[in-house]
């Protein structure tokens, strides 16, 4: 299900059943969790192998609940504990999208840093047709990304939108033939950096909280960095 390779500082994680569409059983999400979180390098890239991105959670293991509540809740609790790891994770993750983008599979690349779709890439959670949404953190991430209104529209009508619509949305940042070479440009930069980056941007506490410990990280980079900087300067 998840197939990993490093090569220099990124590490790709492909999600790798192109027969499935790439949909997650519990196995998958507990393998997708450990490979990030086992993560050194400094930059992750999350693609999907095949035709699709990710379709989401696989109907079948839903299904293999039976109806029942404890056991929904804890494959929602899964799902959502692997999204906080990539979003948790000191490692800048970019997702690469290819294709569809279906439920969970849009909800764990929300969770990445940056978002990066292909021309053919489209995004829904169409789980709403048959009585379900996308409960791996989905409905914190959608509205903080496209907007209360947008999420919502998005949600409820269950429909799917093409890359162009995405880009303007807010769901991806750019719109790439090879979303891996946002993946290298990133990890082409000071890689002590990156983490300190991602933790300052993402720091959701209140403003005054935010920016002494935006200034105590500016002056250990200065420190870091001195001789760097004079380089620049030369």
């Keep these: 299900m998840i197939d990993v390779d490093t090569n220099g500082s990124i590490r790709t994680i492909t999600l790798d059943r192109p027969e ?23 930059v992750i890239y999350l693609c999907g192998r095949g035709p699709a991105f990710c379709a989401g959670a696989d109907l079948n293991a839903v ?30 993750v970019v ?14 690349a929300l969770a990445c840093d940056v978002r990066i779709g292909t021309p053919d890439s489209t ?16 409905t914190v991430r959608l509205p903080r990304v496209m907007g209360e209104g947008d999420a919502l529209e998005f949600a409820l009508t269950g429909r799917s939108i093409d890359a162009e619509e995405a880009l303007q949305k807010g769901v991806i940042s750019r719109i790439e ?22 933790r300052r941007l993402r720091d959701d506490s209140e403003r005054a909280t935010q920016e002494r410990r935006e200034a105590a990280a500016f002056a250990d980079l200065v420190a870091a960095h001195a001789d760097d900087i004079d380089a620049v300067l030369d």
Excluded: H
């Excluded at 294709?99 to 969970?104: D, E, L």
């Design 63 to 92: 299904a293999a609940l039976e109806g029942d509540r404890d056991r929904a809740a804890e494959f929602a609790r899964l799902g959502q504990r692997v999204a906080r790891t990539i979003e948790d994770t000191p490692a800048i």
């Design 123 to 138: 995004y829904g959670e169409p789980g709403v047709s048959f009585g379900l949404f996308g409960a791996w953190g989905g």
């Design 95 to 108: 997702a690469g999208i290819d294709g569809p983008a279906r439920g969970g599979g849009l909800e764990l």
């Design 177 to 198: 033939d090879d979303p891996q070479s946002v993946a290298e440009e990133i990890a082409a930069n000071a890689t002590d950096t990156l983490p300190v980056l991602k």
């Design 20 to 42: 499935a569409r790439n949909a997650f059983t519990v196995d998958g999400l507990t393998a997708l969790e450990t490979a990030v979180d086992d993560a050194d390098e400094p």
